[in-house]
Nanobody
Framework: QVQLVESGGGSVQAGGSLRLSCTAS?????MGWFRQAPGKEREGVAG???????SYPASVMGRFTISRDSTKNTLYLQMNSLKPDDTAMYYC????????????????????WGQGTQVTVSS
């Protein structure tokens, strides 16, 4: 069973920045970041595979950047210009299989999940 451990969440004011990290116990082909606010469905905010570019939804495009350090099996999410609507529990996800850009933000594309890290943005 692949273990994913997230860190880096916290509380910031609107306009601020945070960087999330996720370390995997084994190298995975695709990794992504998802978030879930109370009463809402889990949504993908960034996805990245070892081949191809990153995928983002329109809601975070230009503000969030996903990256990975393959030597450390670590995934990052740099979040800038944060808004109160970004408040949610953020989860790291991983898959041993390739996922195309059109499915990289789907919950169903991933097999393994972290426990989550809370991000709270105040106005």
């Amino acid at each position: 069973q692949v273990q994913l451990v997230e860190s880096g969440g916290g509380s910031v004011q609107a306009g601020g920045s945070l960087r999330l990290s996720c370390t995997a116990s084994e190298k995975q082909y695709c990794m992504g970041w998802f978030r879930q606010a109370p009463g809402k469905e889990r949504e993908g905010v960034a996805g990245l595979c070892t081949v191809g570019g990153a995928s983002y939804p329109a809601s975070v495009m230009g503000r969030f950047t996903i990256s990975r350090d393959s030597t450390k099996n670590t995934l990052y999410l740099q979040m800038n210009s944060l808004k109160p609507d970004d408040t949610a529990m953020y989860y790291c996800a991983a898959s041993p299989r390739f996922a195309g850009p059109d499915v990289r933000l789907r919950v169903s594309s991933y097999n393994y999940w972290g426990q989550g890290t809370q991000v709270t943005v105040s106005s």
